[in-house]
């Protein structure tokens, strides 16, 4: 019996230094994660201020571009009004629809068939996904610290011997919290005599939230 409650202290002392050096490696993905964030945010910025000289520098060139178009076709027609007399009358025409030429219009017309979008991008904010609201006690065996109704509750239907220290033996009509669904096999929860560990999840119903 003392052996068995040595090796016991033991594996829990190994169990709890595996769970430190997982915490600070978490802390220390967390600070990276939130660094990258930052960067990119930056960058982001950058990006949206440059667009914004872009767009307005490309406007101002389409407007140029119409201008000087008006104007030499303008000044075409009054060449040709002056060396042709017979299509004074068809440049006189031309001239009156230059004269109804918006360049605003046009420019609208250029914005409207070019347009991109009006949504800038949507600030990138750090999201901290170390942080849970479930709060555990190391001391008592991982029992979460109240709203107890939040956790699902299940129940066995069938016995099943755990194949390892990570997963928790059931009995037919053993009841269970679920802390968290790893995936759709296998469930991670608190058994009703206190142990923590994984089980199957075809071997239990889930019960309605009381």
């Given at each position: 019996a003392v052996v068995s409650t040595q090796s016991t202290g033991k594996r829990l002392d190994q169990l709890k230094q595996k769970m430190k050096?997982?915490?600070?490696?978490?802390?220390?993905?967390?600070?990276?994660?939130?660094?990258?964030?930052?960067?990119?945010?930056?960058?982001?910025q950058?990006?949206?201020?440059?667009?914004?000289?872009y767009c307005k520098r490309m406007q101002?060139?389409?407007?140029?571009?119409?201008?000087?178009?008006?104007?030499?076709?303008?000044?075409?027609?009054?060449?040709?009004?002056?060396a042709l007399v017979n299509t004074d009358c068809r440049m006189e025409e031309v001239?009156?629809?230059?004269?109804?030429?918006?360049?605003?219009?046009?420019?609208?017309?250029?914005?409207k068939d070019r347009r991109t979008g009006s949504h800038r991008p949507e600030p990138i904010e750090y999201i901290?996904?170390?942080?849970?609201?479930?709060k555990l006690d190391d001391e008592a065996n991982l029992i979460p610290k109240g709203h107890a109704s939040n956790f699902v509750r299940v129940v066995a239907?069938?016995?099943?011997?755990?194949?390892?220290?990570?997963?928790?033996s059931l009995a037919?009509?053993?009841?269970?919290?679920?802390?968290?669904?790893?995936?759709?096999?296998?469930?991670?929860?608190?058994?009703?005599n206190g142990t923590v560990g994984l089980f199957p999840v075809t071997y239990v119903r889930e019960l309605p939230l009381s």
């Open positions: 050096q997982s915490r600070q490696a978490a802390e220390v993905a967390d600070k990276e994660y939130m660094e990258s964030v930052k960067t990119l945010e930056r960058y982001r950058c990006w949206e201020k440059d667009h914004e000289i101002d060139l389409e407007l140029d571009r119409l201008t000087k178009m008006r104007n030499s076709v303008w000044t075409y027609t009054n060449i040709c009004s002056q001239r009156r629809i230059l004269e109804m030429c918006d360049s605003s219009h046009d420019l609208n017309v250029y914005v901290n996904f170390y942080q849970t609201n479930v239907l069938y016995e099943y011997a755990a194949q390892g220290p990570e997963e928790v037919q009509g053993d009841l269970l919290v679920v802390l968290e669904k790893v995936d759709e096999l296998w469930w991670y929860g608190k058994h009703k």
